[in-house]
């Protein structure tokens, strides 16, 4: 696979599995297929939630500053804000190098960087920590639990998090979701959901003060070992975080394109 079909594939990987978890929050959930963008807004309290991402492989400058003005266009008409998702290898050179500017332009203000990766890596040996015993997440004691994890991690008030996951019966049954627990405690999460053919690696956190123990790649090596087990798929992709990228490739995840988030400026 080219570095250019990976990028593509990221894009759409995106767009597949946010259209399953935004319907499972609001049947009646913004899900738009536009020209040059896909619009997926739960318009949930939980930003993660609430995304849209170009869609156009090689647009000129202009036509991404055409595009961009329309994404903030349809972020401030919500009630919850939300992220673009930029994924930066689908611009030509010439775009990628004005993008920035023309983002702000539109009165989008970034917020951080990821990127997407992806391999053919499953299966992967069943995992064990010594620290740690695993379980499925399969009630909302460990729905909550899991939204919780995800809230302290990446910063977001606890009540946020549970309006994104809490009462869900795709995260109870469709998604290969899992809790690692120390002396009972969890500490740590991570799931992979079914996307078209590959497993797709999701919301995968570690509370802040047992980060660096090797907790976050055991559970997501959990995650994707019995993933793998029940549909029999052998390629995964994922979007990390910049505290995430260094965990994956150890794995077997391959980086591809660079992505880019960005929020309305304030």
Known sequence: MT?????IESMEQLAVVWRAMVLDRDTDADVRDLPGIAVRWADSRFAFWNCLTLTEVDADPAR???RLSQAADIMRAKKH???LWLFEDLLTDEARAQVRTAAERAGLAYAFPGTGMAGDLLPV???SHPDLTFVRVATDEHLTAYADLNSRAYGFPLEDGRDGLCGSTLWKSGVHAYLGLRDGVPVTCAATVE???RLFVVLVA????WERRGYGEAVTRKALYEGARATGLTRATLHATEAGAPVYPRIGFRPNSPVHFYGLRA
């Open 195 to 197: 996307a078209d053919g």
């Open 3 to 7: 570095d250019r079909t990976a990028s």
């Open 64 to 66: 991404v500053g055409e």
């Open 81 to 83: 804000p939300g992220f």
């Open 125 to 127: 040996p069943a995992p």
């Open 206 to 209: 570690t509370s802040p003060e």
